[in-house]
Each structure stands twice: as C-alpha cells, then as structure tokens.
C-alpha cells in the first residue's frame, strides 16, 4: 500500500507562499505582454512560477508497509516514521499533530484528504489516535 496525501502550510504561510507564487505568473504574463511576444525575462518568471507549484506538490505523507514518509517540499528535507516509533496521532478539526520520538510534527490537511487519511491511520494505528472536536490551539 502506497498512498499520497498533500499536507498544506498553515493559513498564513500558504496566503504568502501563493501570493509570492502567483505574483510570478502575473509579473511574467505583464513582460510578456509588454513585447508581444515572450522574452527571456518573462519565461525566467513562468519557470519560476512552475517551480514554485512543483516545490508545493511535493509536500505530502506517504504510507508505505512499515513506515509513513514525509516529505516537506524541499528535496533534501525528508522524514521517515516507523509505526513502532509513532506514540500517538491527535486528529482536530484543522490539523494532524503526530507524537514520534519526543518530538511533534504538525500537518495541516484539506477536509477531503483528511478523511481520506484517517482511514489509513485507523488501519495503521489502532488504539494510538485521539479525536478532538476543537481546533488545532498553538499555546
């Protein structure tokens, strides 16, 4: 079993990080419109603009036969979680908080993927997750 599911930054990361994203597609599509025709300086700004959607893509969990990936978008940061190391899973309304080896990584998930996950998580850890009816509280 090998399933994907695409965590999301919190709110006010992910209104920055699209906001500096779509600000390259527009700035790209403005000095391309400038010339009326594509220069080097707007394909320079629609790479950017892709590889900005790319780097968002690759932010996911992934559940394998033993462990569950992590994968924060950049190529170099990845974590793997091994179910016998995993202490707990918290689920709340907004988020995932999962408990591994005293430490804590929070994940923040679409409504749709979140349900789609908790299936897995019930298969994969019965007895380890607590439901909250609350959201996630920083404090």
Same mark, same amino acid.
């Given at each position: ?6 965590? @999301?930054? /919190?709110?006010?990361?992910?209104? *920055? ?6 600000? #390259?597609?527009?700035? $790209?599509? *403005? ?16 790479? =950017?603009?892709?590889?900005? *959607?790319? %780097?968002? @893509? @690759?932010?996911? %969990? ?10 924060? $978008?950049?190529?170099?940061?990845? =974590?793997? %979680? ?8 918290? =689920? ?5 908080? *999962? ?9 923040? #998930?679409?409504?749709?993927?979140? /349900? ?10 019965? $007895? ?12």
């Amino acid at each position: 079993m090998r399933d994907k599911f695409h965590w @999301r930054l /919190e709110l006010a990361y992910a209104i *920055i990080y699209w906001s500096f994203t779509y600000s #390259f597609l527009f700035l $790209g599509l *403005i000095l391309s419109l400038e010339k009326a025709h594509l220069n080097w300086r707007s394909l320079v700004a629609f790479v =950017v603009f892709f590889s900005l *959607i790319v %780097i968002d @893509r @690759r932010r996911f %969990i992934q559940f394998t036969d033993n462990q569950m990936k992590l994968s924060y $978008g950049n190529y170099w940061k990845k =974590v793997a %979680i091994t179910y016998q190391a995993c202490e707990k899973v918290e =689920v709340f309304v907004d988020a995932l908080l *999962i408990h591994h080896q005293t430490k804590k990584t929070l994940l923040y #998930f679409s409504e749709k993927e979140k /349900e789609k996950m908790l299936l897995y998580l019930e298969k994969m850890y019965p $007895g380890k997750i607590i439901y909250h009816a609350n959201k996630y509280d920083q404090s």
